[in-house]
């Protein structure tokens, strides 16, 4: 019998989870093949979430299956036997960020870029964690690696990841292992990487129609600051921030819902200006842990942070080491 591991990126899956989780899953099967295991074993990509548009997009125009959607990885019942999920987590390491049931899945591997969290495993396995712009950066190290053969579908996903992660190379996550990999996924794919990725962000318009709990939370984390706090931090990208923001009352008032029904101490909203290269804050909540580690200010309209384009480096971080 063949045994499935699911690969899977993080709750509301962004483009990199997505991205990730296809690509690393076409790398294991195929080293898989490689060494005679195909039979044995087979990745199967999944999500935790709806598709981010641009993903269904690339899937699309790619003819990739869409990663298969979980809602948690607790064990399940096979030919009358309790079976144990095994999982290989990509581009995220934290509970809170995780499957539903996670503390009752066999964690194999762990391919990711965020700081080190509270995933815990009872063997050792491969923990990938580099300080880098997006997870689909080292899973297209993985491939020149290996030696594996990388198709043009696999390395289009892989590049369009890289570049969502870091806002076409603007974030100051973005680093020169990040650059040099989209040179050469750019290269093999004979595209400008600029405008594949201009084309990549042009995709996620619609919002001035789009529901307001997905502009909000299409891509929020929750953290925990420490035993008695937790805060959501939602990021909305746009080429058309005009637009956002004239739905602020709206989105000011759904923020207000998630903060009274989850108990964060705040909700903080960044909706991010790829263009103009910063970002309009907007807070819900106690406001004060966010005045204080950012010395601002808190109002109506907003405030803009220049140059602010990465939740994780520049907005996350801070307020977890406050
Ligand atoms: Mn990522």
């Known amino acids: 019998m063949t045994a499935k591991i699911l690969v899977v990126g993080h709750r509301n899956p962004d483009n990199d989870s997505i991205s990730a989780a296809v690509g690393y899953a076409h790398l294991k099967n195929a080293l898989a093949a490689r060494d005679g295991e195909a039979e044995a074993v087979e990745y199967v990509p999944a999500r935790l979430g709806p598709l981010p548009v641009e993903s269904a997009w690339l899937l699309e125009r790619n003819n990739i299956p869409e990663p298969v959607l979980i809602d948690s990885v607790n064990p399940v019942e096979r030919d009358g036997e309790t079976v144990v999920q095994k999982v290989i987590l990509v581009d995220h390491n934290e509970v809170a960020q995780a499957a539903p049931g996670i503390e009752n899945a066999e964690v194999v591997e762990i391919i990711d870029h965020h700081r080190i969290a509270d995933v815990t495993t009872a063997n050792p396995i491969l923990f990938l964690n580099l300080p880098i712009g997006s997870t689909a950066t080292i899973v297209t190290l993985q491939f020149r690696q290996t030696g594996i053969d990388l198709p043009d579908s696999i390395a289009q996903m892989l590049l369009s990841a890289i570049l969502t992660d870091t806002v076409i190379m603007k974030s100051p996550t973005c680093t020169q292992v ?37 502009l909000v939370e299409a891509d929020s984390k929750e953290f925990k600051v420490n035993d008695d706090v937790t805060v959501l931090i939602a990021q909305r990208e746009t080429v058309d921030l005009p637009c956002v923001m004239g739905r602020e009352a709206e989105i000011r008032e759904h923020m207000k819902k998630l903060v009274e029904d989850n108990g964060y101490e705040f909700a903080l909203l960044l909706v991010t200006d790829i263009l103009a290269e910063g970002s309009q804050f907007i807070v819900e909540g106690d406001a004060a842990r966010v005045n204080r580690v950012f010395d601002i200010e808190c109002t109506e309209g907003g405030n803009w942070m220049p140059g602010v384009l990465s939740r994780k480096k520049q907005v996350a971080a801070p307020i977890l080491a406050s």
């Open 178 to 214: 990040d650059i040099d990999q989209v040179k050469f996924l750019a290269d093999k794919l004979g595209l400008d990487a600029v405008e594949f990725g201009m084309e990549i962000f042009r995709t996620r318009g619609g919002e001035d129609k789009m529901p307001i709990a997905k």
